[in-house]
Structures are given as structure tokens and as C-alpha cells.
């Protein structure tokens, strides 16, 4: 049996930030010691740059220290379809007084308990995004062991 092909849409830029205004947590990846790490992370979206909150550690650190990627994903409204955002680029702490009073005010609140009082914003070199209908899942083959029972 020949498996049904479902075309993939690539999304235009404007869609993706649509998307991602719609969508509460998304994860960052980053490098940490010269390994691969995935943060989850609130966010919100700010003058097409992604701003989340974080608490001075390990990700804050390395997120500043090298070129980061973002992803968020979803279902689309009609329920049929799935999409994909990633953001690639560069991520800063914000620390000058009036850029950091405007995000003070951001709808943007933590999440995990704790402190979370450093604002970073992923300022985006590149973005891309895709819709596509995920396949059905296979149906389960009996075992020999099931079938004898």
C-alpha cells in the first residue's frame, strides 16, 4: 500500500509571527558547554522579537554567549492541520532603563516559582514556519502472545 503524501505549506514571514502571538510557551534551544540544551519558556511577541523571562543561571548565560533557536507549535484554527515556528538569532538581556520599563509591562508572567526578573529578547536573524496534516497514527499490530490469549 502507497502512503498518501500531505503537501507541507510553507508559511510566510507575517503568518509566523501571527502564529506565535497566539501561543503561550515555545522552547529555546541553546549551547551549554559545548552540548545541546531545550529551555521551555513563556514568552510573548514585541516588535517581531520573542522576550521571555528568566532568572540569572545557565540559560541566561549561554543564550548571550552564541547564536540561539526558538520553536513554538500548534494546531491552526481548523483543527486539521498542525504549524511549526522557529526563530533563529541572537538573544540580549535587556537592561537599558526605558526599553526595560516597556517590557515590565509586557503580559508576561512566570510560570515556575522563583525569582524571573532578567528580560532577554531574542532579536530574530532568520524565521521560518510550515502547516502541514499530520499523518494517523499506525494501528498496533497484534502480537503472536495477544492473538493466543
Request: with cysteine; net charge neutral.
Amino acid at each position: 500500500m502507497e502512503a498518501e503524501t500531505t503537501p507541507t505549506n510553507i508559511l510566510a514571514v507575517h503568518e509566523c509571527w501571527r502564529l506565535l502571538r497566539d501561543v503561550p510557551f515555545g522552547r529555546l534551544a541553546l549551547c551549554v558547554q559545548g552540548e545541546p540544551e531545550i529551555f521551555p519558556v513563556n514568552f510573548v511577541v514585541d516588535h517581531a522579537s520573542i522576550v521571555f523571562r528568566t532568572s540569572e543561571g545557565t540559560k541566561s548565560r549561554s543564550a548571550e554567549r552564541a547564536a540561539v533557536a526558538f520553536e513554538a507549535d500548534g494546531l491552526l484554527q481548523d483543527g486539521a492541520r498542525v504549524w511549526s515556528v522557529v526563530v533563529k538569532g541572537h538573544a540580549s538581556t535587556i537592561d537599558r532603563t526605558p526599553e526595560l520599563m516597556d517590557t515590565v509591562q509586557l503580559p508576561l508572567h512566570p510560570w515556575e516559582a522563583g525569582r524571573k526578573d532578567r528580560f532577554m529578547r531574542l532579536v530574530p536573524v532568520m524565521i521560518s514556519g510550515r502547516s502541514f496534516s499530520p499523518s494517523p497514527a499506525p494501528v498496533p499490530r497484534q502480537t503472536a502472545r495477544a492473538r493466543d490469549e
